[in-house]
DNA sequence: TAGATTGTTAATCGATTAACAATC
DNA sequence: TAGATTGTTAATCGATTAACAATC
C-alpha cells in the first residue's frame, strides 16, 4: 500500500476547512466550489483542491463538493469520527477551561480524569469528574484506557511528568507547558505555547508601529 | 530604507529561539555556536544561522553568539523592549488562565482591565484587577491606552465584540474565539484556534493507529 | 598563525499556483 | 449537449539546506 507522506502544512489546514464547512452546513448550504470557499476562506481555490485530493477526490466534475460529505470526510480524516478518551493534568484555570469545552465532547473527546497536586482541589468536581491527586495517576491510568493526557502544568513539572505518562502508556500529549517534549518518536506531542502566540502579535505590533514611524 | 518582508515561517521561530536562548542564558551559558543550537533545538545550523541574518549579523566568525546578547536583540525583534497595555474581554476560565500568567507580566504585557457580561463576576478581582461590565468597555477604552484585548469569548459574540475594540482603537486582538475575525487590516489578530490543535493531535494519532494496524 | 564559525551565495527541495484535459 | 468545475499535471515561487569564502 503505498502511502504517500501528507505536509504539515496541509494537515494545518484540515482544521479550517472542518470549520468553515461545519458553518455552511449549519447553514444549511449543500454544495460549495472550490472557487466560492476559496473566497469565504481567503485561499486559493487551487490550494482547496490540491489539498483535499490528498486525500482522494471528493468532489464532481461540473458540481463542486457537498457539503455535508465533504465535511463528514474531513471528520474521519481528522479521526473525529472516533472516540478519545483524555485525561487534564493541572486543574488551574487553563486546565478547567479544557474541562469545560463542551464542544470536545462533542467532537468526540472524552475527559475521563482530572489531576492536580493542590491538595485544596481533592474532590472538586468538574462537569462531573472529581479532581484526583496525581498519586493516584499510575494506578488511574493501569484501570482505565486513556488516549490522550493534556499537560496544563508549569514547565517546571511537565519534563517529569511527561515521562510518567509515557511510562504509563499514554498515546498522545497535548502539551500547554512553556517547554519542548523530548519524548519517544512514537509518542504523539502536539504543543500549545501561549506565549509563543503573544510574542508573534507583540513582534507583528512592533513591525507595523516601525512602518508608521512610531 | 530597503524593508524585506520576512516570512512567516522565520517569525514563527524567532519565540523558540528566545526560549532556547533564554534557558541557556539561566544555565549560564556565554556563548554558543549556530551548530551546537541546532542540536539542542532539532533544526540545521544553516537555518537558525539563515533566519537570524534576516535581522542583522548578531555572531561573530570563530566565536559563535554571544546567549546574552543575542537573547536581548531576539527579545527587541519581537518587541519585548517594549511596554504593552491589555485588557481581556470574557473572563471564565480562560481569561481568567491568561490573567494569571505572570510570565507576561515579566516580558511587558500589562494587564489592565478584564472584562465579562456575568454580573456575578463584578466586582471579582484577578491579581489586583477588577472584573468590569461589558457597558463599561468603550469608556475603559476611552479613558486608558490599550493596546492589545485578549478575546476569551464565545465564537456567538466574538466578532460583535472584535468590532466594538477595533471601533474603539485597539490595535491587536489575540483571539481565542473558536472563529476567524475579518477585520481592517491595520488591525493585527493573532488566532489560538484550541481546537484546531486538538484535531492536529487526533490526526496524528489515526495515522499512527493505521500505520501499526489498529 | 591556525582553527573555528559566521554570513552569504548557490543548489536543492517542497509547496503553491496556474492551466487544462477529463468528466459530471 | 453545453457549461461548470473537478482532478491532476506542469510551472512558478519560496523556503530550506549545502557549501564556502570571509574573518574573527
Chains 1, 2 share one sequence.
Do not use: C
Not at 9 to 29: N, Q, S, T
Not at 93 to 108: H, I, M, R, T, V
Not at 162 to 167: G, P, Q, S
Not at 181 to 196: K, M
Amino acid at each position: 500500500m503505498e502511502e504517500r507522506e501528507i505536509s504539515r502544512a496541509v494537515i494545518g489546514r484540515l482544521p479550517r476547512y472542518y470549520r468553515y464547512l461545519g458553518e455552511l452546513l449549519d447553514a444549511g448550504v449543500e454544495r460549495i466550489s472550490s472557487n466560492d470557499l476559496s473566497k469565504k476562506m481567503s485561499v486559493t481555490a487551487s490550494q482547496i483542491r490540491q489539498d483535499l485530493n490528498n486525500f482522494g477526490g471528493f468532489g464532481q466534475q461540473g458540481y463542486g463538493y457537498n457539503v455535508k460529505y465533504l465535511y463528514t470526510e474531513i471528520g474521519k480524516i481528522l479521526g473525529l469520527n472516533r472516540e478519545h478518551n483524555m485525561i487534564i493534568i493541572g486543574a488551574g484555570n487553563l486546565g478547567q477551561a479544557l474541562a469545560n469545552y463542551a464542544s470536545f465532547e462533542k467532537s468526540g473527546f472524552h475527559l475521563k480524569g482530572l489531576f492536580d497536586v493542590n491538595p485544596r482541589l481533592e474532590g472538586v468536581s468538574i462537569r462531573g469528574i472529581p479532581v484526583r491527586m496525581m498519586d493516584d495517576l499510575k494506578t488511574f491510568l493501569k484501570h482505565n484506557d486513556i488516549e490522550i493526557a493534556a499537560l496544563t502544568i508549569p514547565k517546571s513539572k511537565a519534563i517529569e511528568v511527561a515521562d510518567i505518562l509515557v511510562a504509563s502508556g499514554i498515546k498522545a500529549i497535548w502539551n500547554f507547558a512553556h517547554t519542548d517534549l523530548n519524548l519517544p518518536e512514537d509518542v504523539i506531542v502536539e504543543s500549545v505555547h501561549l506565549s509563543d502566540s503573544l510574542m508573534k502579535l507583540s513582534y507583528n505590533i512592533s513591525r507595523y508601529n516601525e512602518e508608521h514611524g512610531k
